[in-house]
């Protein structure tokens, strides 16, 4: 593959300390041989002066890193200048560069090339982006662990088993029509079976690897004046959402961003539930109830002077943390729609512990880290579903060619989702030490 050299800035920009400008392509070698006066040992920090490579002008003093390929982030040729953090230091060795013939990246045009090379699989490479957007130490675990090859290595895995089921399923053919007697028919769809069953229970985890990436949608829902936006301020930290003694004061949803046991929860305080005359808050109480159906994690609020009213009580499912508010005013009921509420004064802050760890707990339960590696975006549900419905086809084909195109066909999808597997590549491989005798 020949392809252009590239350099970007990697590290933030703005007046800095330190900049870090990464270059990659067939010419990073060249380029420091003609601004560093040469190429540093591979990969030991080397002080050097940059020059223009034209006019020769002094641009910076910098730590200088040589990559060569293929042991490098890109698999090619790479290299780093640690700038001193400045503009005009950063215009001097940009304008060098160019003068050089390299060219500014592309976003993401490094990792590109790290996949296009065979440093990482698709997945690895959506793992290193979400560790670069990771805002939670929770959200940062999951980004490493599948960065660091935790879903590419079990994809790759099953793309192998896959693999080796299609070969047995050609070798039956081949043994139908030489009139042998085989049993690998059998064989095929009895590990297809165990296969499809793995796929599927690694797809049954509730979301929570695509819902820690992306954060919970959290909601408190409640009466008019039953204490919503008292509770959001107060579990926020800071006024966001108006108060005030008039009912019917929230029309539109305002948000928060909290972190709740290390996952991202965006949690929303709603219109006050009830009938009304008014458009504009009539429309607010739709909204109020489309986000508490969406939401993963839902706060039903009650007045604890006042009597639990029934359109909140229609929103309560199972999983719905109930509260009684204003405990400073009555005492909390025993309970409210079967369950025992979290007693709790959001205008003094009573009981707002005991909500918190509640809602860490059920964030945790949603969307914690499991112990096992899971998938993170509806990219990955979509086609391992499609490789499992794939692999249950051809469990119940009637024909073993059919068998076998459906088996290929979950190849495939294996494939769109490791951007690994080229189905005829891997079956060469297979059939080359696949000895049927022929
Ligand atoms: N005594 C007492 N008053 C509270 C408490 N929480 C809220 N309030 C008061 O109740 C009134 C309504 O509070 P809000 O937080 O605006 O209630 P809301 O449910 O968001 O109201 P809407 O926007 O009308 O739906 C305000 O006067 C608050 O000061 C509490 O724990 N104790």
């Given at each position: 593959?020949?392809?252009?050299?590239?350099?970007?800035?990697?590290?933030?920009?703005?007046?800095?300390?330190?900049?870090?400008?990464?270059?990659?392509?067939?010419?990073?070698?060249?380029?420091?041989?003609?601004?560093?006066?040469?190429?540093?040992?591979?990969?030991?920090?080397?002080?050097?002066?940059?020059?223009?490579?034209?006019?020769?002008?002094?641009?910076?003093?910098?730590?200088?890193?040589?990559?060569?390929?293929?042991?490098?982030?890109?698999?090619?040729?790479?290299?780093?200048?640690?700038?001193?953090?400045?503009?005009?230091?950063?215009?001097?060795?940009?304008?060098?560069?160019?003068?050089?013939?390299?060219?500014?990246?592309?976003?993401?045009?490094?990792?590109?090339?790290?996949?296009?090379?065979?440093?990482?699989?698709?997945?690895?490479?959506?793992?290193?982006?979400?560790?670069?957007?990771?805002?939670?130490?929770?959200?940062?675990?999951?980004?490493?662990?599948?960065?660091?090859?935790?879903?590419?290595?079990?994809?790759?895995?099953?793309?192998e088993r896959l693999t080796r089921l299609l070969a047995h399923q050609e070798a039956a053919i081949e043994f139908a029509e030489d009139g042998l007697p085989n049993t690998l028919e059998a064989e095929v769809r009895r590990e297809g079976a165990?296969?499809?069953?793995?796929?599927?229970?690694?797809?049954?985890?509730?979301?929570?690897?695509?819902?820690?990436?992306?954060?919970?949608?959290?909601?408190?829902?409640?009466?008019?004046?039953?204490?919503?936006?008292?509770?959001?301020?107060?579990?926020?930290?800071?006024?966001?959402?108006?108060?005030?003694?008039?009912?019917?004061?929230?029309?539109?949803?305002?948000?928060?961003?909290?972190?709740?046991?290390?996952?991202?929860?965006?949690?929303?305080?709603?219109?006050?539930?009830?009938?009304?005359?008014?458009?504009?808050?009539?429309?607010?109480?739709?909204?109020?109830?489309?986000?508490?159906?969406?939401?993963?994690?839902?706060?039903?609020?009650?007045?604890?002077?006042?009597?639990?009213?029934?359109?909140?009580?229609?929103?309560?499912?199972?999983?719905?943390?109930?509260?009684?508010?204003?405990?400073?005013?009555?005492?909390?009921?025993?309970?409210?729609?079967?369950?025992?509420?979290?007693?709790?004064?959001?205008?003094?802050?009573?009981?707002?512990?005991?909500?918190?760890?509640?809602?860490?707990?059920?964030?945790?339960?949603?969307?914690?880290?499991?112990?096992?590696?899971?998938?993170?975006?509806?990219?990955?549900?979509?086609?391992?579903?499609?490789?499992?419905?794939w692999i249950?086809e051809a469990i119940r084909a009637p024909l073993p060619e059919l068998a076998a195109e459906a088996l290929r066909a979950a190849l495939?999808?294996?494939?769109?989702?490791?951007?690994?597997?080229?189905v005829e590549a891997v079956l060469d491989v297979v059939f080359g030490d696949f000895c049927i005798g022929k």
């Open positions: 593959m020949s392809f252009d050299t590239i350099f970007a800035l990697a590290s933030g920009g703005g007046r800095a300390a330190v900049s870090l400008l990464r270059l990659s392509g067939p010419g990073s070698g060249a380029v420091l041989d003609r601004i560093a006066g040469g190429r540093p040992a591979p990969r030991l920090a080397s002080l050097r002066r940059l020059r223009h490579p034209e006019s020769a002008e002094l641009l910076d003093e910098a730590l200088v890193l040589w990559f060569p390929g293929p042991r490098s982030y890109t698999g090619e040729d790479a290299a780093e200048l640690h700038l001193h953090g400045g503009r005009a230091v950063l215009e001097g060795v940009t304008a060098a560069l160019l003068a050089c013939g390299a060219r500014p990246a592309e976003p993401g045009e490094f990792t590109r090339r790290a996949f296009l090379n065979g440093r990482m699989d698709l997945t690895e490479a959506e793992g290193i982006a979400d560790l670069i957007a990771a805002e939670t130490a929770a959200q940062r675990r999951q980004a490493l662990r599948q960065a660091g090859g935790a879903l590419a290595v079990r994809y790759a895995g099953w793309a165990a296969l499809a069953a793995e796929i599927g229970a690694h797809l049954a985890d509730g979301g929570r690897g695509e819902r820690l990436r992306e954060g919970l949608w959290g909601a408190i829902v409640g009466a008019p004046n039953a204490g919503k936006s008292s509770l959001l301020n107060a579990l926020a930290g800071r006024e966001a959402a108006i108060v005030s003694a008039r009912a019917g004061t929230t029309r539109d949803i305002v948000e928060v961003r909290l972190e709740l046991g290390g996952v991202p929860v965006w949690l929303a305080d709603t219109a006050g539930l009830r009938e009304t005359p008014d458009e504009i808050e009539a429309e607010g109480v739709r909204r109020a109830r489309r986000r508490a159906e969406e939401a993963d994690l839902l706060i039903a609020v009650f007045a604890a002077d006042q009597p639990p009213d029934a359109e909140t009580l229609a929103l309560l499912a199972p999983g719905t943390l109930v509260v009684a508010n204003k405990t400073d005013l009555a005492p909390a009921p025993a309970a409210i729609g079967g369950q025992a509420p979290i007693a709790l004064s959001a205008r003094d802050g009573e009981g707002l512990a005991a909500l918190r760890a509640a809602l860490e707990a059920v964030a945790a339960e949603r969307a914690g880290l499991s112990e096992e590696a899971s998938l993170t975006r509806p990219r990955h549900r979509a086609a391992l579903g499609e490789a499992a419905a249950e495939r999808a294996l494939g769109r989702l490791t951007g690994r597997v080229g």
